[in-house]
């Protein structure tokens, strides 16, 4: 079921906005200018992490298994470098978002999305809160705190099974993990594609640049982690 709000316009008309309206509606040109910039970067770290998975695989069904284990590092590297970067996007989004008063829309991830386990459960418990909690901003923060706990573990898990892979001969299963994480991460991937694009369409015009710069560089700014205790952010 599509998450939807009302929005008063003056002449008491009502106009019901969802979050796939603020997906597939055009951003104004700066924000789009951010947007295409933050997610081009990580569809790059994402892409070639995907290339040097697909190599192991393929190295690895053709007994090349040195060369196997050398690609899944360089995957395992990569994927590392990405969730820090979706992490410290996280904890920047969910401190901007207590201060701006337009509140982005968000929809709970869904555990048909996802492959294993993990992040099946994050799922689920992200569909829970999302019920019972009250106020549009409390959903928001949630949201980007469970997706930015998951990818944390997604990448912990990806990496650990990577360093197994490496130091002995792994299990059918091991590689098996390996897709299945990738996918997964994946799918947080594009969930926090959305919530940047409702994010920046309720952002004020004005705080664009500085968020660009925020997120674009993040050595300028404290790295930022998202807690259980934002969860009593103001609704």
Known sequence: MVFTRRIRQPNSTYIRRSVTDDWIRALPYEKSRVFENIVGNWECCFA?????L??????????????AQQSVVIASAL????????????????????????????????????RGSRAQSAATWNGILHHIVFGD?????HKLRILSDTVEQLEHEFDKTAQSIGASKASPACWTALDHLHYDFS???RETEVVLKSFLRALPAEQVSAFAVEIEDPSTHPRLRLRWGVSRVSS
């Open 187 to 189: 799918t947080c991937l």
């Open 79 to 114: 994927l590392k470098r990405l969730s820090e970067s979706l992490v410290f996007f996280c904890g920047a989004l969910a401190n901007r978002g207590r201060n701006i008063h337009e509140v982005p829309l968000v929809e709970p991830l869904r555990t048909s999305f996802f």
């Open 137 to 141: 901003r409390r959903r928001f923060v």
């Open 48 to 52: 070639m992490t995907s290339v040097a």
């Open 54 to 67: 697909n190599d192991a695989l393929s190295l690895r069904a053709g007994g090349e298994l040195v060369c």
